[in-house]
Structures are given as C-alpha cells and as structure tokens.
C-alpha cells in the first residue's frame, strides 16, 4: 500500500497546511504571507503541456479581476522552477482565444519532490503517481479552506466558474446568507431558515417587502438593483 506516502486530503473548514516554497516570484511562507486575503491555490499536471497552457493564459487574463476580489493566485506543478521559468517565458510568445503576450506574474511553485502536492490531496493514483491532479483549493483570509474542487488531467477548468465562487463565499460572508443555484451579482439571496415555529409564521405571514417565502423553510431577500 502507498498510504505512507500520501497525506490525508484537507476538508472544506480545515486550516490550510502549511508550506513553504520556492516559486518563480520568490519564496513564499503559505498561507501565512496571504493573511487578510483569499487565495485561489491550483495545481496543474505538467508545464508545457496544452491544457495548462490555455489556464495559464486565462487565469494570468483575469488576475487584475481577481485582485479587485482581495484574491490572489497561486500555481503549483511537481515540474522544477527552471522549467516553470522557460515555460512561462514561451506563453509570452503564444496567441490564444484572443489572448497574446500575458505574462504570468502570479507565484508558480516548484514542487518536484511533491511535498505539498502532497498535502493537499493532489497525488492521486488512479490518475497519475507523477502528475498533479487539477485541483482548485480556495482559502479564505482567515486561513481556512472554503471550497475544492477536481478536475481529472484531460480537462480545462471553468474560470468563469472560479470568480463566481469567490463572489458567492464574499457575499454569503458579509450578508449571513447563502446563494441559489446559478446565483450571480445582483440575483436575489436565500435568508438562513428559522429556528423555531413562531418564527416560521412570522416569516409567512410578514409584510418585510424586501423578502419573499415560497415556504416557510424556503426565503428570499431581494436584492438591490
């Protein structure tokens, strides 16, 4: 069994692990040097490698709108720092979907000894024993973990998707609410449900005209336009 060597993978609401790391901005002290601010943590099979290529280029597109969301990136793959540096160095060069000249100036760790890989799940065996899994960790200022998600080694993440989660966690924080499904900027929110049957008829038969029930258990505020 390889159990040894593959760490527990973290859960949504446990503390980010901790690491630190070479990249290709510099050593980096995770996630102690992002206090205050969220973090997308992503890892990627191999550099020079089409699909990463193409998220490389997107999520280096969208960094400007991921810092207005107080969020910064950062990259992972088991390939080594010189090989990050050339490779990042040749999407320069490249034209895509619209996309030329990006550069990528968010940190790329190195991690050939996988280490944090490691850590974070992203060794997993059924795809690759060598190669990262894509996985997407999202961590809140606080340091902790707030979503995750996996994709297998065949397939493009949806970046779209990524920002939208972000929105959603940030107005579910400040608001105290949760958001519905396809929620977007601007959609009306769910209200967290009642906790006792007084309330439960308050909540139907109130007149608040900035809320809305379909049941008791199911209520909307409506957002500002």
């Not at 297998?152 to 993440?157: F, M």
């Not at 519905?180 to 005209?209: F, H, L, Q």
């Amino acid at each position: 069994m390889e159990e040894n060597n593959l760490t527990k993978m973290p859960l949504i609401g446990d503390d980010a692990p901790e690491f630190k790391a070479k990249t290709t901005q510099g050593d980096i002290n995770f996630p102690t040097d992002y206090k205050g601010k969220w973090v997308i943590l992503f890892s990627h099979p191999a550099d020079f490698t089409p699909v990463c290529t193409t998220e490389f280029m997107t999520f280096a597109k969208m960094a400007d709108e991921f810092k207005a969301l107080n969020t910064e990136l950062v990259g992972l793959s088991v390939d080594s720092l010189y090989a990050h540096i050339a490779w990042l160095r040749k999407i320069q060069e490249l034209e895509w979907n619209g996309m030329k000249k990006i550069e990528v100036k968010f940190p790329l760790i190195e991690d050939i000894k996988m280490d944090v890989a490691k850590k974070y799940g992203m060794i997993q065996p059924g795809q690759s024993n060598t190669q990262a899994v894509r996985a997407v960790f999202v961590i809140d200022p606080k340091g902790k973990i707030r979503l995750i998600l996996y994709y297998p080694l065949s397939t493009g993440r949806n970046f779209d998707e990524i920002k939208r989660v972000i929105l959603a966690l940030q107005k579910a924080d400040a608001d105290s609410v949760a958001t519905p499904a396809n929620w977007r900027p601007g959609d009306d929110v769910i209200v967290p449900p009642p906790g006792s049957c007084g309330t439960a008829k308050e909540r139907m038969e109130g007149k608040d005209s900035d809320k809305y029930c379909l049941d008791w258990f199911m209520c909307f505020k409506r957002e500002k336009k």
